[in-house]
């Protein structure tokens, strides 16, 4: 008889949504889609009801310079206050300064070397969402940063190792019966200030979701930076991301809960729900 394996923490709930909003104004009707979309999102994050939502997202210049390229990093912190772009709302919400400690440690055991940063404002990147999905701001973040404007940018095979890592942390070292929520933000594919620029690739989007809810995100770290390049654009680097939401459900099928070509935006627009199980 095998022995059994105490599981300490749990993650109870998982999501990923790209995270920009652009006006409205003759797109009204997928806008809304967008919205309701996050939205609905939004409602199974606080069902699930994490005492925890780890939001795994990329910072837009805001924090993290070119002139310190930093791949990865944790976000600790009692309280995050967010940068104001997009129009987010300044207002602040709260943080998990021993979880996020913690994790630091955790991922150093597992050669994962995360930069822990304090005196961060969160973008539109965490956010927006997080606005959203996060309505009242009650539930602390943690945001892990995977800095897809650097280069070389973290890879999706990485971030799926950082989120294989992170499930085994909530698991094994974490208190019994916490609750955590894993949300990816980033992507779809889009091209910024590159030739290609306004250019969404539709197939490229839902290809890469139908992977995710089928249970083959694994699937994605076998994503190159070429590739994503020449598929996705810059913007789709983002997927890295989702890579690590995936590595955090192992083979938990899921659900899309919207997409949309956003040509208005310049960007596909998409959002995932996972399934479970036991949560």
């Known amino acids: 008889m095998k022995d059994e394996v105490l599981v300490m923490g749990k993650i109870v ?10 006006v409205a104004d ?7 889609r967008i919205f309701d ?15 925890v939502i780890l939001m795994a997202t990329s910072d837009h210049l805001v924090n993290f310079s070119l002139d310190f390229q930093i791949p990865l990093a944790v976000g600790i912190s009692d309280a995050w206050c967010p940068y104001g772009d997009l129009g987010v709302p300044r207002e602040p919400f ?47 973040v943690v945001p892990i940063y995977i800095n897809t404007v650097m280069t070389p940018s973290p890879t999706c095979a990485r971030s799926y190792a950082l989120g ?9 070292a974490r208190p019994e019966q ?9 992507g779809l594919s889009h091209w910024i200030c590159l030739p290609d620029s306004g250019r969404v690739n539709a197939k490229w989007d839902l290809a890469l979701i139908q992977q995710i809810v089928t249970g083959c995100g694994a699937e994605l770290a076998g994503l190159s930076f070429d590739a994503i390049m020449k598929d996705g654009g ?18 938990s ?3 899309l809960v919207y997409y949309e070509e956003m040509t208005a935006w310049w960007t596909g627009m998409g959002g995932v729900l996972m399934h479970l199980d036991d949560a």
């Open 13 to 22: 709930s998982a999501a990923a949504t790209s995270h920009t909003f652009g």
């Open 94 to 140: 709260p943080g998990h300064r021993e979880f996020a400690t913690e994790l630091v440690a955790f991922a150093a055991t597992k050669d994962f070397d995360l930069v822990a940063v304090e005196n961060v404002k969160p973008d539109h990147g965490l956010a927006m969402p997080n606005a959203i999905i996060n309505r009242g701001m009650h539930i602390p």
């Open 234 to 251: 810059n913007g789709g680097l983002e997927m890295a991301t989702w890579a690590f939401m995936a590595g955090t459900t192992g083979e």
């Open 164 to 172: 294989k890592a992170v499930r085994e942390f909530v698991e094994t």
């Open 37 to 51: 979309g996050i939205d609905r999102i939004g409602h199974a994050i606080r069902a699930s009801r994490p005492d």
């Open 26 to 32: 003759g797109v009204e009707a997928q806008a809304q």
């Open 253 to 255: 099928v899921g659900e």
């Open 178 to 186: 916490e609750r955590v929520a894993i949300v990816a933000t980033g």
